[in-house]
């Protein structure tokens, strides 16, 4: 299993969490995702590699900003 935590920016509410999720999780192999409009941050498990590109415009195509920390 690979973990990797990413800093979001501009979530703040339960939908934000929401629509970071459900982009996110579409991406193949995740396994596991935890979300936090509170702390902005973002925990990817995924069964292999995660490519950090993906996870990046996922959050981007749900209208926010990540880095990878």
Same mark, same amino acid.
């Given at each position: 299993? *690979?973990?990797? #935590?990413? %800093? @979001?920016?501009?979530? *703040?509410?339960?939908?934000? +969490?929401?629509?970071?999720? +459900? /982009?996110?999780?579409?991406?193949?192999?995740? %396994?596991?995702? %935890? @979300?936090?409009? /509170? *702390?902005?941050?973002?925990? =990817? *498990? &995924? #069964?292999?590699?995660?490519?950090?590109?993906? @996870?990046?415009?996922? =959050? /981007? /195509? &749900?209208?926010?900003?990540? =880095?990878?920390?």
């Amino acid at each position: 299993m *690979t973990q990797h #935590n990413y %800093q @979001v920016t501009g979530m *703040t509410c339960g939908h934000c +969490e929401l629509s970071v999720r +459900e /982009e996110v999780s579409e991406i193949p192999g995740i %396994q596991d995702l %935890q @979300v936090s409009h /509170e *702390t902005g941050k973002l925990i =990817v *498990t &995924a #069964n292999g590699t995660i490519d950090d590109a993906q @996870v990046l415009a996922a =959050v /981007e /195509e &749900a209208g926010y900003q990540a =880095v990878r920390v």
